[in-house]
């Protein structure tokens, strides 16, 4: 399996947004749409800090 768990970093710390995301779009508004294999969307505003694809995760931060 591919998917990768969303992570919103923020804090320090790194809270998790949705689980095995299988598509990442990028939105028009400095955003993305997540699309999980479940189904399951969320809408992350921010940017793209790090995608680990061995490690499964994808870690989002906002802008400044």
Same mark, same amino acid.
């Not at 320090?12 to 095995?20: T, Y």
């Not at 809408?43 to 793209?48: A, N």
């Given at each position: 399996m591919c998917e990768a768990n969303a992570y919103f970093y923020k804090n320090?710390? %790194? *809270?998790?947004?949705?689980?095995?995301v299988d598509v990442v779009?990028? %939105? *028009?508004?400095?955003g993305f749409r997540l699309?999980?294999?479940y189904g399951d969307q969320k809408?992350?505003?921010?940017?793209?800090k790090i995608m680990n694809l061995v490690n499964h995760k994808i870690v989002f931060e906002?802008?400044?």
């Open positions: 320090g710390k %790194e *809270e998790m947004v949705l689980e095995s779009e990028p %939105e *028009e508004q400095s699309v999980s294999i809408t992350i505003k921010g940017r793209l906002a802008i400044e």
